[in-house]
Nanobody
Framework: QVHLVESGGGLVQAGGSLRLSCAASGTIFSINFVGWYRQAPGNRRELVAGITPGGSTNYAATVKGRFTIARDNAKNTVYLQMNGLKPEDTAVYYC???????WGQGTQVTVSS
């Protein structure tokens, strides 16, 4: 059974930084596409960053240049470094792989203006 555990969220002022972590058990991140998603109240869940097994990355236009996704294969963990945070980045952040597995609890990111 796959378990995804996100951590690292918190309250930060606009312009600040956070690093999110996603630890997995029951699956191997290095051989799968892994993405970071976010969902703000009233909005649909959206993909903000992804990393392929080969290490290629892609980002939503709204976070490109500010967020960086990275993977530590030894720890089976994927990270999301978030810099230059904006109030509109406020959301619950989740990670998942393809094919999609059961969602974790997510981690709340709140950016104050």
């Amino acid at each position: 059974q796959v378990h995804l555990v996100e951590s690292g969220g918190g309250l930060v002022q606009a312009g600040g930084s956070l690093r999110l972590s996603c630890a997995a058990s029951g699956t191997i991140f290095s051989i799968n596409f892994v993405g970071w998603y976010r969902q703000a109240p009233g909005n649909r869940r959206e993909l903000v960053a992804g990393i392929t097994p080969g290490g290629s990355t892609n980002y939503a236009a709204t976070v490109k240049g500010r967020f960086t996704i990275a993977r530590d294969n030894a720890k089976n963990t994927v990270y999301l470094q978030m810099n230059g945070l904006k109030p509109e980045d406020t959301a619950v952040y989740y990670c998942n792989k393809l094919p999609i597995e059961p969602w974790g609890q997510g981690t709340q990111v709140t950016v104050s203006s």
